[in-house]
Nanobody, 131 residues
Framework: QVQLVESGGGLVQPGGSLRLSCTAS????????MYWLRQAPGKGLEWIAD????????YYVDSVKARFTISRDNAKKTLYLQMNNLTPEDTALYYC????????????????????????WGQGTQVTVSS
């Protein structure tokens, strides 16, 4: 059974930084495209970044580009999201997720609406940006 556990969220002031982690177990982590998603209060699920299986290609939604960096350590089965220059608009519950297919990239930006569009996902970690 695939299990993903996010951590690293918290309360941070505007302009601050956080690094989220997502630790995987019980599946071939290195064989899956991985995603970071978020859901702000009262809003829908937002795709914010993904990374290929090797970790050498990453893509971002425009609103986080140049501020957030997605990365992975396949040996540690861990996905990361480094978030810099945070703003109150980044306040949300952040999820990591796997693609639905092994080695495939099916959850493209704009094509996903819900967590069930992904293979597996964690419980989320809350990020609150406030002074």
């Amino acid at each position: 059974q695939v299990q993903l556990v996010e951590s690293g969220g918290g309360l941070v002031q505007p302009g601050g930084s956080l690094r989220l982690s997502c630790t995987a177990s019980d599946f071939t982590f290195s064989g899956y495209w991985m995603y970071w998603l978020r859901q702000a209060p009262g809003k829908g699920l937002e795709w914010i970044a993904d990374i290929n299986t090797l970790g050498n290609a990453a893509y971002y939604v425009d609103s986080v580009k140049a501020r957030f960096t997605i990365s992975r350590d396949n040996a540690k089965k861990t996905l990361y999201l480094q978030m810099n220059n945070l703003t109150p608009e980044d306040t949300a519950l952040y999820y990591c997720a796997t693609d639905r297919t092994h080695a495939g990239r099916t959850a493209l930006y704009g094509s996903v609406r819900r967590l069930s569009d992904f293979g597996s996902w964690g419980q989320g970690t809350q990020v609150t940006v406030s002074s």
